[in-house]
């Protein structure tokens, strides 16, 4: 039997086999992704990662932080913002759609300095065609390759535009920090808006732990067109939830996605009112 | 020397943070690579952690909390990895029994096999406390503070995972006992 320093031991020696370096390609795709980050502006409560709770001087800024939000949610409601991010003037706008060039570095319209409060940036993507509003703080990961319009790719593809908004803690009760996940892919069609439907969700069932009926599905306008939107788990039974909404317009089929596998109720139904809010900013350009 | 690296990296200087790469990647990535038992998707969390260290560090009010607060960000995206890769993706990726790994002699290959066994039934939380707690040498306390829960949950969670690894490793010396020579 092994005893209880054996195993300490064992373990021990089991987890120093491993590697110890950073692979290079590691460290050239960070350094290579930091200018392309926009930062978050220096916090007035400046608490990340600070422990202890503010005291004195931490108090002062609190109370300027409160006063900075009261105005600044005023602001918003007085100008009808709260709840549609409007974006920011763009430094860098829509580029033309160019199908041909996949790896195209995306206009993600980030701005050099720190970002105002409330502000969002525009995501303008040349390989899906389309633009929508990214609320401040989020992360972009342009898509690098067209895709075919074959299966369904995951929110990881290199053909899918890739929004990560930042961990939240305290939105999830069974994990630390969490947030959702969302992606856009779009390929050309020539069919109609129930055939590109009917298509997309039996890919998924093939192609993933999803149903192949959705659990839930109706009718939604994305940009002025009929969509459609759909809710359900992969797996059915205690599977992460996952939205898409599936529209075509010009010959171009589209499906923006969000999967949480928060597995909680008060938490997917946050996620469906931020992706309904985020789909009405977008724009399709086939 | 790391103080002055991490102050001058939250003031924008992007030169400053990659000394912080060099000096703090290759750790990071052993810790991800050993929660994750995979070397691509432990790129992808270090990478993420990294780049959220990058865009989060203007609010790091204390640069000595460096350490920990980028532990933290590399244990939530090794979290995160490891429920991205379980939502969608039907083809889960066998993970590697024989990563690259050190002398072949350190631990046998049927107990290595059982560990390996017995850690990828562990939640990605029980994994991380293992290893803060066995590899990086973390205390309790320390460990509590990385990963955001109480003491006592770091606890409960070693004390479940080191029972599975014990089980699995007893299972491998039962199997080899009854294996006829």
């Not at chain 1, 949610?73 to 991010?85: A, C």
């Not at chain 1, 939105?171 to 959702?180: E, G, I, L, Y």
């Not at chain 1, 839930?216 to 059915?236: K, M």
């Not at chain 2, 631990?107 to 390996?116: F, H």
Request: hydrophobic letters at 45%; a negative charge.
């Amino acid at each position: 039997m092994t005893t209880r320093r054996d195993l300490e031991l064992v373990v021990s020696a089991w987890l120093d086999e491993g590697p110890t370096d950073l692979p290079p390609t590691t460290r050239r795709a960070i350094l290579a992704a930091v200018p392309t980050i926009r930062r978050r502006r220096a916090g007035v409560l400046g608490l990340v990662g600070s422990g202890p709770a503010p005291s004195g001087r931490g108090w002062a800024e609190l109370a300027t932080a409160a006063v900075i939000l009261a105005v600044a949610l005023g602001l918003m409601l007085g100008v009808g913002l709260l709840g549609t991010v409007r974006p920011s003037p763009s430094p860098n706008p829509s580029a033309p759609p160019s199908a041909s060039a996949p790896a195209t570095p995306l206009p993600t319209g980030r701005a050099a300095g720190p970002t105002p409060f409330g502000s969002a940036t525009l995501l303008s993507s040349a390989v899906n065609h389309f633009s929508l509003t990214v609320p401040a703080g989020w992360l972009v990961v342009p898509a690098t390759l067209v895709w075919d319009g074959a299966g369904a790719p995951a929110n990881d593809a290199p053909v899918a535009d890739q929004l990560l908004p930042p961990t939240e803690q305290g939105r999830c009760q069974s994990v630390f920090v969490c947030a959702p996940t969302l992606w856009v892919v779009s390929a050309p069609t020539t069919g109609s808006l129930s055939a590109w439907v009917a298509a997309r969700d039996a890919a998924s069932a093939e192609d993933h732990p999803c149903p192949a009926i959705p659990e839930s599905q109706r009718p939604i306008q994305v940009d002025g067109t009929p969509a459609v939107l759909e809710t359900t788990h992969c797996p059915t039974a205690g599977g992460p939830l996952v939205l898409t909404a599936e529209v075509v317009r010009g010959g171009r089929g589209y499906v923006f996605a969000l999967q949480d596998n928060a597995r909680e109720a008060a938490v997917e139904a946050l996620d469906a009112q931020e992706f309904v809010a985020l789909l009405q900013t977008v724009r399709l350009s086939p | 020397m790391r103080g002055t690296l991490v102050e001058r990296a939250r003031d924008g200087d992007d030169v400053a943070f990659a000394e912080l790469v060099d000096l703090e990647g290759g750790r990071s990535y052993g810790i991800a690579y050993r929660i994750l038992r995979d070397a691509e998707r432990a790129q992808d969390a270090v990478q993420q952690a990294f780049l959220l260290a990058w865009r989060e560090l203007p609010r790091l009010r204390d640069p000595d909390r460096f350490g920990v607060w980028l532990r933290r960000l590399l244990v939530n995206a090794c979290y995160e990895e490891f429920r991205r890769h379980r939502r969608w993706s039907a083809n889960v990726r066998a993970l590697p029994l024989d990563g690259p790994a050190g002398p072949d002699d350190m631990v046998p290959a049927d107990e290595r096999d059982a560990l390996e066994r017995g850690f990828r039934q562990l939640t990605p939380e029980h994994r991380a406390v293992v290893v803060l707690h066995h590899h990086v040498g973390l205390s309790l306390g320390e460990i509590a503070e990385v990963t955001g829960v109480p003491v006592g949950t770091v606890k409960s969670r070693l004390f479940y995972a080191t029972r599975l690894l014990r089980e699995a490793l007893s299972a491998d010396e039962l199997e080899r006992e009854v294996r006829p020579a």
